[in-house]
Every structure is written in C-alpha cells, then in structure tokens.
T-cell receptor, first 114, second 109 residues
Framework: DSGVTQTPKHLITATGQRVTLRCSPR?????VYWYQQSLDQGLQFLIQ???????AKGNILERFSAQQFPDLHSELNLSSLELGDSALYFC?????????????FGSGTRLTVV | GQNIDQPTEMTATEGAIVQINCTYQ??????LFWYQQHAGEAPTFLSY????GLEEKGRFSSFLSRSKGYSYLLLKELQMKDSASYLC??????????FGGGTRLMVKP
C-alpha cells in the first residue's frame, strides 16, 4: 500500500456519460497530480494541485476538470465520455511543491468506456 | 515543448548488468526521475537526479548529464523480478513532470 488511495479501482460506463474519480493523497502530502495512461500514449500529465490550488496544467481536455478539497483529497471529473477516454487514470502525491522527494502513485482507476 | 526518448524494449540475462538510456529536450530543466512500472500497476519511484553525476541506490544507479540532455539507469545483478517497464521523466519549469514512453525490460534466465 503506497498510501495514495484511488477509488473506484474499475469503472465501466457508456459514451456520453460523466464520471468522478477520487484520490486521497499520502498523509501529509500537499501536492496531487493526475495522469492518464492509455496503451498507445504512455503516461500523460493532466493537472497538479498544491494545497487546494491549481499549480500546473498538462494536456487536459476541456471535458475534464479537477479540484482539490480542504481535506486535500482530489477529484477528477470526466464528462461527455468518448471511447478514447478508456485508460488507466493515476493519481500521485508528493510532500513538497517540486516533488524532489519523489511522487507516490496510487494503484489507479481503470476506466472503460463502451 | 518536451521531448523524451528511450528505447522501447531491452532484453538482458539474469545476473547481468543493463543500462537504459534516456535523452531529453526540455525548456527549464528541473530534475529527472526514474520509475519502475509492472504491467497494470502503479509506477514506483526509483531515483531523482537534479545535478550532474551518479546517484547510487543499492542495485540501481542513475546518471545525469544536463549539458548533454542525457541520463541512464543502471541495473546490476539482474533478477527476474526486474522485468518491468522503466520510465524516464523530466520535470520542467512550472513543476510539470513529463514521462517518456518507457522501456520494457525483459530479464531471461
């Protein structure tokens, strides 16, 4: 157990639907990062939050949004889902802003859009 | 933009040494990471380099040359459980961590 908790582990939904993925960072970590990993594209950075504020943005679609709550858990919202959104979604946390101590990844949420 | 290159696949023999190379082009370099990922599992942190030179951690070592945009991960005394993908990731200004496509290492008996 890495200390980063992601729920649900698996999610199957239909095209056009909306889902919410949840992440609880490791105790004491203020930074949360979201990544998408699909078979043909490797790990793609989506977005980072630090202590409730958005700090960095990668290739995140407009249909996707995220937030970090006062208790530091984070949610990634995916809407108007398409078949191509099927992927593993990882959350990672780090103890400092620049992640120099390493990023700890959760076990991921496998999203299947049918 | 970011460009990170590493070999797609490598094969090595149990007990041997293997070197996985990573070259990168980035704006505002702010550190390089190596991660190990077994299929379907979360990446796990192996090493972090921000200054030139070699960082050693048990059977694993990582080297960085910022002027050449080059890093390698060295794995010694290979074990079967080392069969996994190894991901090179570069952090740029703005704290964005960009991953390479990963190198799938197969360790054979």
């Amino acid at each position: 157990d890495s200390g980063v908790t992601q729920t649900p582990k698996h999610l199957i939904t239909a095209t056009g639907q909306r889902v919410t993925l949840r992440c609880s960072p490791r105790s004491g970590d203020l930074s949360v990062y979201w990544y998408q990993q699909s078979l043909d594209q490797g790990l793609q950075f989506l977005i980072q939050y630090y202590n409730g504020e958005e700090r960095a943005k990668g290739n995140i679609l407009e249909r996707f949004s995220a937030q970090q709550f006062p208790d530091l858990h984070s949610e990634l919202n995916l809407s108007s889902l398409e078949l191509g959104d099927s992927a593993l979604y990882f959350c990672a946390s780090s103890g400092n802003l620049d992640g120099s101590y390493g990023y700890t990844f959760g076990s991921g949420t496998r999203l299947t859009v049918v | 933009g970011q460009n990170i290159d590493q070999p797609t696949e490598m094969t090595a023999t149990e007990g041997a040494i293997v070197q996985i190379n990573c070259t990168y082009q980035t704006s505002g370099f702010n550190g390089l990471f190596w991660y190990q990922q077994h299929a379907g599992e979360a990446p796990t942190f192996l090493s972090y380099n921000v200054l030139d030179g070699l960082e050693e951690k048990g059977r694993f070592s990582s080297f960085l040359s910022r002027s050449k945009g080059y890093s390698y991960l060295l794995l010694k005394e290979l074990q079967m459980k080392d069969s996994a993908s190894y991901l090179c990731a570069v952090r740029s200004a703005g704290n964005m961590l960009t991953f390479g496509g990963g190198t799938r290492l197969m360790v054979k008996p």
